[in-house]
């Protein structure tokens, strides 16, 4: 079997079927099931008791970076579309724009706000 090495100081980071690279995820496009982008993911929290994905942070609106707002998604919200090269979610606007989020200079603390975003994600719709 043939092992392919990566060039000198870089580190291999292929994609399987299953298994992705963070940087790779990090920028990919988020759509909802009408396939209309909301936005893209700017970053991905972990938990690190069990070494799994908790939130993708959704980066939302703005132009060039101004009036952007950061959406935390729970990641089991979250499918992989391979037609779309993006990940969709069950969210529409509307309850995008009234769902948990924060802005570059928001101080967030991640100890009672997690679950307040889970809170919002899991209360059944009204």
């Known amino acids: 079997m043939d092992t392919v090495m990566p060039p000198q100081g870089e580190v291999a980071t292929d994609e399987t079927p299953n298994l992705?690279?963070?940087?790779?995820?990090?920028?990919s496009a988020v759509y909802n099931l009408r396939e209309e982008?909301?936005?893209?993911?700017?970053?991905l929290m972990l938990n690190k008791l069990n070494g799994q994905v908790a939130y993708a942070i959704?980066?939302?609106g703005g132009f060039l970076g101004l009036g952007?707002?950061?959406?935390?998604l729970p990641w089991r919200m979250?499918?992989?579309d391979t037609r779309l090269g993006?990940?969709?979610v069950d969210l529409d606007r509307n309850r995008l724009e009234k769902a948990p989020r924060y802005s570059a200079t928001d101080e967030i603390d991640w100890g009672t706000y997690g679950g307040?975003?889970?809170k919002y994600y899991l209360m059944p719709l009204v």
């Open 20 to 27: 992705i690279s963070a940087d790779k995820v990090v920028g």
């Open 37 to 43: 982008r909301l936005g893209s993911v700017y970053g």
């Open 58 to 60: 959704m980066s939302f």
């Open 68 to 72: 952007e707002s950061y959406h935390p």
């Open 78 to 80: 979250l499918t992989y």
């Open 86 to 88: 993006g990940y969709v």
């Open 116 to 118: 307040q975003v889970d």
